[in-house]
C-alpha cells in the first residue's frame, strides 16, 4: 500500500552542516502489516516519517500510496488518510481545549472552531464510548482542559484522535518514548488493542527492543539512511533479543547502536 522508491534525500545541500542521508531509500509496506522500526541516532527514522506523511519533500523519487502517485501531495492532503503520533505528548493536542473539544476536532479532521456546547448529543456520546474502551476514566474528564492531564492521558488521546476516524495508514514516532516504563507499557497495550480492533496498517518508530519485537509482525533496522535488516513473517515471531543482538554483532553496526541496546533491553 505504501511504496517509496529510488528516495533521496540531503539537508543543507552544499554547506558546512551538509547531511546526505538516503541515497537510494526503497520501502515496502504491504496492507494490513504493523511494521516495528528500530536504528540507531540518526539513521533516518523520524525523516522517514517526515517524507511519507509530507513535512519534508525528498529531493529524488516517487512515493506511491494504494497505487497513487502522492509523491508531490501536501502534508494536509496526505493527513486525510495518514495518522501520526509523536514522541512529545503536547504535540498531539491542544492544550487550551477540553477532551472533548480536541475529540470534537479530530473527528472533524481539524474543521471545528465551535466550543464544547457545540458539540452534538451524540457525538459527546460517541467520544465517551470510544475514551471508556481505553480504561483510563477519561470519559468522566471530558470537560477538562487538555494542558491538565498527564502525559500518558495525552498520548492516550492523541492515539484515540489520530485513529478515531479510521486512518489508512498510522504513523506511530516513538509516542512512548517520554514516558515512564509503567506509562509505556500501557500506551504500546492500547497501541495493539486499536490497531487490531481497526485492522490499521501502522508503522511504529521505536528505541524499545522489547516493544520492537513483542509487536508488529515485520521489523525493519535503519542504519545510516539505509534498511539494514528487515524481518517478518514465523522469523519475525521467533526474533528474541539476544537473536537481534546477534544479527547486529554481524553486521558490524554493533558500537554505533550499543548505547540503544543497552537502554531497550532494561
Ligand atoms: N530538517 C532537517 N534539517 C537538517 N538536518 C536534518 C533535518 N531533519 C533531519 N536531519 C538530519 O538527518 C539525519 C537523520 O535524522 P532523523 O531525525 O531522521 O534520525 P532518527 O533516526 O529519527 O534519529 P533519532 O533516533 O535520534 O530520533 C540526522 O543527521 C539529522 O540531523
Redesign the pocket.
Known sequence: MLELKHIAKT??KGLANE?V?YTDLNVEIKQGEFVTII??????????FNIVSGN?RQDKGKILFKGMDISNLREHKRSKFIGRVFQDPLKGTAPSLTILENMAMAYNKGKFYGLSRGVKPEQRELFSKELAGMHLNLENKMDVKVGALSGGQRQALSLLMATMITPDLLLLD?HTAALDPKTSDLIIDLTEQIVKEKAITTIM?T?NLKHAIQHGNRLLM?HEGKVILDISGEEKKKLTTEKLIEQFNSLNVIDDIGDKLAFSQM
Open positions: 539537508f543543507n547531511v542521508l536504528g540507531s541516532n540518526g539513521s533516518g527514522k523520524s525523516t522517514f519534508i516513538e518508530i528505541h535503519f
